[in-house]
């Protein structure tokens, strides 16, 4: 086991760095102001190969894995230059349709999603299920060759910049139960579909929208993968997503820090700086600590997936990838509620970010599955007790 990353890693790691540095908070904060998408920094982020780099060489993309995507998303965020769809439109829909896509589905959506000129978001809850992903009711009939998909879905992010939804429904005769996931990519201008902002309180440059679905109709060969297939083929893109969100997390704490820090070492309002006093410091030494933690559980579940250690063999990629989803949420909480407490007053300006980023870390250890369901999944699975619901 080597704790390093190797040398194409940290090139990457620097690379990405740089680009985040370069359009900085300051960046995400004009456009969440003006409600606009971060679309300079997406497409130069593409156009540099980092949106694809988990993608098939032959398909425009990289031919790295989940480790580097990962990367990219870290330090654009630690650089407050989160790209929130990196999450849904290459990890999820880019590695979904990588593995289960016919080729020409391949062909179709992964040089676009890698270059950045097209975007895929993923809808997967709905109003009534909620965390109970077994109790979605989206629909899909056959007629014909077609088929007809009805349904609801809510906080949705992207769809108004994505060309299609990875759209997670059931069949009709397998419309109750355990559910048996049927994925459709739907192009966003299709008849029948309607999406609706819904305002939110959170400083993201994406939005997160309403779908309504009534008979859309859709060919044959919008279907993504197998109609009668297991779970696993929508698990290839939630593990990823575990990933990425905790990269995000991740991320957030190293800014939350970082500006803690800075801060700190710079304000003096008794003669020395404000780090020196341990009310201060010892709790942003333990975030330190509890942030590398969480990196290294990214580390392990992204190294893990690459590795293949997610099939119907192992849990092992799902395992970790939940334990640093968990954890990674857990201290970017606690790194951008100690960032404001080192501020004072100057965590709500809006110059420093901080009190912004509360709302935003908080998502954390909602979605995209939430912290409880995460512990459920650990009691579960990894301590094999009883389930109560
Ligand atoms: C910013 C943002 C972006 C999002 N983007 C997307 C997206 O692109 N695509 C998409 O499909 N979804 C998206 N979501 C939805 C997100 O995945 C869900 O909000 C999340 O899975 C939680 O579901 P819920 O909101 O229905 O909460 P609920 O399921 O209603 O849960 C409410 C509370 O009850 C708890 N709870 C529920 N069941 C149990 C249980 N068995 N044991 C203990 N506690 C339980 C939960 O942990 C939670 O604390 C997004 C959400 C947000 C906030």
């Known amino acids: 086991m080597d704790f390093r990353e190797n040398d194409e890693q940290q090139a990457l790691r620097k690379a990405a760095a740089e680009l985040g540095a370069r359009y900085g908070y300051e960046y995400t904060r004009r456009k969440v102001r003006s409600g606009e998408h971060p679309d300079e920094l997406w497409l130069e982020a593409g156009k540099l190969g980092f949106l694809g780099v988990n993608l098939p060489e032959q398909y425009g993309g990289g031919g790295g894995g989940m480790y580097e995507l990962a990367i990219v998303e870290e330090e654009l965020t630690a650089a407050g230059a989160s790209l929130l769809m990196m999450v849904v439109s290459p990890a999820i829909c880019g590695t979904v349709i990588g593995r289960y896509g016919t080729e020409e589905q391949k062909r179709r959506w992964l040089p676009g999603i890698a270059d950045g000129s097209e975007i895929m978001a993923f809808a997967i809850t709905e109003p009534d299920a909620g965390s109970n992903s077994h109790n979605i009711a989206t629909t899909a009939r056959r007629d014909g060759d077609d088929w007809l998909v009805s349904g609801r879905k809510i906080y949705i992010s992207g769809v108004d910049r994505a060309a299609a939804v990875l759209v997670v429904a059931r069949t009709e005769d397998a419309r109750t139960g355990r559910l048996k996931p049927v994925l459709f990519a739907m192009p966003t201008d299709a008849a029948g579909l309607e999406y609706r902002a819904i305002d939110m309180d959170i400083a993201w440059t994406d939005k997160q929208f309403l779908l309504f679905m009534d008979d859309v109709r859709l060919p044959a060969d919008a279907l993504v993968g ?108 606690r790194a951008t509620d100690q960032g404001v407490q080192t501020l004072g007053g100057n965590a709500f300006a809006s110059e420093y970010g901080l009190a912004a980023l509360l709302a935003t870390a908080r998502v954390g250890r909602v979605a995209p599955v939430s912290r409880e369901m995460v512990l459920n999944f650990v009691a579960q699975s990894s301590l094999g007790l009883p389930r109560s619901y």
Do not use: C
């Not at 820090?257 to 201060?280: C, E, F, K, N, S």
């Not at 690459?306 to 949420?329: C, F, I, L, T, V």
């Open 226 to 333: 197998a109609a009668d297939a297991a779970l696993a083929q929508l698990f290839a893109g939630l593990n990823p997503e575990r990933i990425m969100a905790a990269s995000v997390s991740v991320g957030i704490a190293r800014y939350a820090l970082d500006t803690a820090v800075a801060y700190a070492q710079q304000r003096a309002v008794w003669g020395q700086p404000i780090g020196a006093h341990q009310g201060l410091a010892h709790p942003l030494a333990q975030i330190k600590i509890e942030l590398e933690q969480a990196k290294l559980m990214m580390q392990k579940a992204a190294s893990l997936y690459d590795s293949g250690e997610d099939s119907a063999n192992s849990m092992a990629a799902g395992e970790a990838a939940n334990m640093a989803k968990y954890a990674a949420a857990e201290v970017a909480v």
